[in-house]
């Protein structure tokens, strides 16, 4: 079991950058592999990074490639999200998320989520 609470949205301006923080619970935190999503209104939720469980691997949407950064630190069981050069159409609810095994992009194949930190990019 994870618990996983994200933290660091807010409203900017775009070209603005954030930074999301998820905090989770639990000993085998590192075991997990974990991903980021977001949604927007209307929209399905869709892949934007994830990470293997040492860090050691990543893979983006290629909307975010060169723009986000995901990051994690096992000793303290967070998981990070660096996002520059927001544009509007970056606003949306960001969600964390944590399976074990080997990263993943598709959402079906995590099993714990966290509820989401709202991020609004204005023009």
């Known amino acids: 079991q994870v618990d996983l609470v994200e933290s660091g949205g807010g409203l900017v301006q775009a070209g603005g950058s954030l930074k999301l923080s998820c905090a989770a619970s639990g000993r085998t935190f590192s075991s997990y592999a974990m991903g980021w999503f977001r949604q927007a209104p209307g929209k399905e939720r869709e892949f934007v990074a994830t990470?293997?469980?040492?860090?050691?691997?990543?893979y983006y949407a290629d909307s975010v490639k060169g723009r986000f950064t995901i990051s994690r630190d096992n000793a303290n069981n967070m998981v990070y999200l660096q996002v520059n050069s927001l544009k509007p159409e970056d606003t949306a609810v960001y969600y964390c998320?944590?399976?074990?095994?080997?990263?993943?992009?598709?959402?079906?194949?995590?099993?714990?989520w966290g509820q989401g930190t709202q991020v609004t990019v204005s023009s």
């Open positions: 998320a944590a399976r074990l095994g080997y990263r993943d992009s598709y959402y079906g194949a995590y099993d714990y």
């Open positions: 990470i293997n469980w040492s860090g050691g691997s990543t």
